[in-house]
T-cell receptor, first 113, second 113 residues
Framework: DSGVTQTPKHLITATGQRVTLRCSPR?????VYWYQQSLDQGLQFLIH???????AKGNILERFSAQQFPDLHSELNLSSLELGDSALYFC????????????FGDGTRLSIL | GESVGLHLPTLSVQEGDNSIINCAYS??????FIWYKQESGKGPQFIID?????DKRQGQRVTVLLNKTVKHLSLQIAATQPGDSAVYFC????????????FGQGTTLQVKP
């Protein structure tokens, strides 16, 4: 058990809808990262938050947004969903901002019908 | 460009043998590397990391070797066990000063009893 909690485990929705994925980092970790894992793209970095502030953005679509709250949990919002958004979405956390192990949750599997 | 690639998509070994999983990285500015293990239905699990000021680091039954000259990373697993069967990913931090990780495509390790 990594200590990182993601909910829900599975999400099935339709095109055009909006969903929110939630992540609770390990106790004591201030950084939260979001990654997308798909069969054709592998694991791709989306965004990084540290202590409530955005630190880095990857290839995150404009339809996607995230935030980190004062209690350090994070949410990833995906809107105007398309079939191609079907993937596993992972959250990871670390104590600091770089050159430290990132510990991953077990992900949310998003299926768009 | 940024890319981390694995030489072999599938590695099959006999239980008790040693396993070596290889990884090539392209960004010479990368100075931090991690190996992850991912089992079916789970998130990536941290195995071991190494900074660029080292060329070897050992953990429990695992050793990571870093060759900066040829931009090559390897993970050695001693006395491979059936529980080691999984997909293994290498990741690098690239040239950014953030926690962003760039992942390789992964190698499937199959351990035959």
């Amino acid at each position: 058990d990594s200590g990182v909690t993601q909910t829900p485990k599975h999400l099935i929705t339709a095109t055009g809808q909006r969903v929110t994925l939630r992540c609770s980092p390990r106790s004591g970790d201030l950084s939260v990262y979001w990654y997308q894992q798909s069969l054709d793209q592998g694991l791709q970095f989306l965004i990084h938050y540290y202590n409530g502030e955005e630190r880095a953005k990857g290839n995150i679509l404009e339809r996607f947004s995230a935030q980190q709250f004062p209690d350090l949990h994070s949410e990833l919002n995906l809107s105007s969903l398309e079939l191609g958004d079907s993937a596993l979405y992972f959250c990871a956390s670390s104590v600091g901002t770089q050159k430290q192990p990132q510990h991953f949750g077990d992900g949310t599997r998003l299926s768009i019908l | 460009g940024e890319s981390v690639g694995l030489h072999l998509p599938t590695l099959s070994v006999q239980e008790g043998d040693n396993s070596i999983i290889n990884c090539a990285y392209s960004n010479s500015a990368s100075d931090y590397f991690i190996w992850y293990k991912q089992e079916s239905g789970k998130g990536p699990q941290f195995i071991i990391d190494i900074r660029s000021n080292m060329d070897k680091r050992q953990g429990q039954r695992v050793t990571v070797l870093l060759n900066k000259t040829v931009k090559h990373l390897s993970l050695q697993i001693a006395a491979t066990q059936p529980g080691d069967s999984a997909v293994y990913f290498c990741a690098e931090n690239g040239s950014s000063n953030t926690g962003k990780l760039i992942f390789g495509q992964g190698t499937t390790l199959q351990v035959k009893p």
